[in-house]
Structures are given as C-alpha cells and as structure tokens.
C-alpha cells in the first residue's frame, strides 16, 4: 500500500475505520483469542547506540547499568515460567549493535536458542543487526522471528538515532527474509513525530516481502536521561485506535502486538485496541527495562473482554 492508500484509510471517520478493521480481523482470526508473549533483556543496557528514546544506551544520561549476558540457565528458568503462565512467544532482547558470526557472545546466545527452542513457544530475538550468516544461524538454532524495529518513518528516524541509519534497518531485515525467518517488525508512537510519519512507517512494512509476520505498536515509555525524556508520554487514544486498526486492515494476518506503554492505558482503551484489531500483549511484571502493565489486572481485563490466551501450539488463524 502506498502512503495515499493508508491516509484514506486512517482519516475514514473513525467508527468506519474500526468496523472496517474489526471486518478484517474477523475473516482472519478467531475472535476470542489474544497471544501473550514474554520479553526477557538477557544483555541489558551498554549500547553503542544512541536511539533517542532508548534507556540502554550508552551515550545517554540514563540510569541502567550495563550488564553481562545471561546465563543459559537463568534464561531457560525463565523461559519454562513464561510457558507455564500461558505465553505462546518467548522474546530475548540484547542491547547490542548487532552480533557477528564466530564472537562467543553470539555462540552463547544460539547454545540457548537452542534449549529455548525445545520449550515449544515461538522463539524470537532481538539483537540489533545482523548479515545473512548470522540470520541463517539464528534460524537453524530455532529462532522462528527476528524482531528490528523500524520504529517510525524514514525521515523522522535520523532524527532520533544518529549511529546508525534507517538502511541498515532495511538491511538487516532483508537478511532475515532472505533466509526465510519471520519478521516482527513495528514502532513507537509518541516520540513527536507525526500522523504522516507513523504511516509513512506503514508505507516501508507494506513493501516487505512477505508482509511482516508480527507488528508491533509501542507506545513511547519517556525514559530518564534520554533525549526524549520529556516528551509527554501521553498518547491521544483516538490517534493509537486509527494506528492499530490501519495497521489491522494494512497487514490481515500480522499479528497486531500492543506493545510498549500499554500500562499507560486504560482498561476502556486496551478493549478499543483489541476490538480495531490488536492480538497479542506482552505479558509478565517486566518489559526490558520498564515496568509492564500487572498482571492480575491483565487476567481480570481478558476475562471481563472473554478473550483467552491463545493456547500452546494452537494457530490462531482462521484459515
Ligand atoms: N538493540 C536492538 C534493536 O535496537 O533492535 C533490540 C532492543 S530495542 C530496546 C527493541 C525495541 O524496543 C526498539 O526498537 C523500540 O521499538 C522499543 N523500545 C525501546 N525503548 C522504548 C521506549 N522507551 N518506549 C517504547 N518502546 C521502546
Ligand atoms: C518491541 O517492539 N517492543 C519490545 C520488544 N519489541 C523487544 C520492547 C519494549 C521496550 C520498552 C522499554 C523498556 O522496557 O526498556
Ligand atoms: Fe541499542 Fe537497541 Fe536501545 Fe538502540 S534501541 S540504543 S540499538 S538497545
């Protein structure tokens, strides 16, 4: 889809936009089910990096240590507690730049990939950029998604990262096509950019081929000591409903991941999201670094909305 296509969409009047949206959803998915994921930082803050928004870089005033990689077994205990409460994806994050073929920290990862894998969850990891080696590795090791965000539009994104180019993003990603791993694949909204950019965004995901198997929405946590500490962090929810459900109706079978900053809503606006076509949460106390919406409160939310979790080895898919 081209930008004009997506504004069409976006700017229908908004009951129009989610009925469209709640339409799609409905050929394509079984109503009733959202997938719970569970993100884990295994190498947690020391990046290189300077992404505007990130609390693990480096090269911002921010208050997270760096840390060392986990250890398989502190992973795997943590991957066993995510299958046993329910998640269907276990997400391993690292504060890296990339990781390259043949450094040990890198072998390490692929030696828990491994046992991770054997869990029976969907396995996905995020560590920055990759080459085809590294990707085609991932992949025999088990990994099944390779998340990269692009986190916002071309231009917006020199804005907020300097060390490195909206390129490179493309370039790792059309790695991991290359060798045929899915693609979770989304951004943040609220960083000051605007509708444009975040459709503009949707634009570049339109392009992949295939379409991103996963798209996640954050929502910006203001972190301190970043360069966008002080944006608000307050997200106009009709401005988030019209992202979900053109997200939805853009990309049928993605799922819709609301993700980031999800704590920051309330009950009412996470329902709307679910109805304009979110499908999956991230589920558990902690994101990477932040806080993540209780989980007490997660289990009353989906039983008051009769959503269930997506079960373990179960497609959610209609077809
Ligand atoms: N280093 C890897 C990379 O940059 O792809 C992986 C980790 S990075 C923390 C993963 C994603 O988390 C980012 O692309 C961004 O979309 C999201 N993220 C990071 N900090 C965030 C924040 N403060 N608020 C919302 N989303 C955030
Ligand atoms: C994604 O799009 N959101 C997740 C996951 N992919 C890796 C990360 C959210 C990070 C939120 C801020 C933090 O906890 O540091
Ligand atoms: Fe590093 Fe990723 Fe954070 Fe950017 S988003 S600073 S690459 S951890």
């Not at 208050?63 to 329910?86: D, Q, S, W, Y």
């Not at 030696?111 to 992949?139: F, H, S």
Request: aromatic share 6%; proline share 3%.
């Amino acid at each position: 889809m081209n930008l004009a296509e997506l504004q069409r969409i976006y700017n229908q009047p908004l009951f129009e936009l989610i009925q469209q949206a709640r339409n799609v959803y409905l050929e394509h998915w079984k109503v009733d089910q959202v997938q719970l994921c569970t993100l884990l930082s295994i190498k947690t803050g020391g990046c290189s990096e300077d992404c505007g928004y990130c609390s693990q870089s480096a090269r911002h005033g921010g208050k997270i240590p760096a840390g060392k990689l986990l250890e398989k077994e502190v992973i795997l205990c943590k991957a066993r507690e995510a299958a046993a409460n329910g998640s269907t994806r276990f997400c391993m994050g690292a504060a890296w730049k990339g990781v390259r073929d043949g450094d040990a920290k890198f072998e390490q990862v692929l030696d828990t990939i491994r046992d991770v894998a054997k869990l029976g969850m969907e396995v996905c990891v995020t560590l920055g950029q990759l080459t085809l080696k590294e990707a085609q590795r991932l992949k025999e090791a088990g990994v099944t998604s390779y998340n990269h965000n692009l986190d916002t539009s071309p231009e917006y994104y020199a804005k907020i990262t300097h060390s490195h180019t909206f390129q490179d993003r493309l370039d790792t990603i059309a790695a991991v096509q290359s060798v045929g791993m899915s693609v979770c694949c989304g951004g943040i909204i609220g960083m000051g950019e605007t509708e444009t950019d975040r459709l503009k965004m949707l634009e570049v995901l339109s392009h992949f081929t295939p379409p991103p198997e996963s798209v996640p929405i954050n929502c910006l946590i203001p972190q301190t000591g970043t360069p966008l500490e002080h944006q608000s962090g307050k997200i106009d929810i009709f401005e988030l409903l019209r992202l979900i459900a053109t997200t939805r109706i853009a990309f049928p079978e993605a799922k819709v991941r609301l993700s980031a900053g999800r704590s920051l809503l309330t009950r009412e606006a996470q329902a709307f999201c679910f109805f304009a076509g979110a499908n999956s949460i991230f589920y558990g106390d902690k994101l990477l670094t932040s806080g993540n919406a209780d989980v007490s409160e997660d289990n009353a939310l989906l039983k008051e909305l009769n959503l269930k979790a997506q079960a373990p080895h179960q497609s959610m898919a209609r077809a």
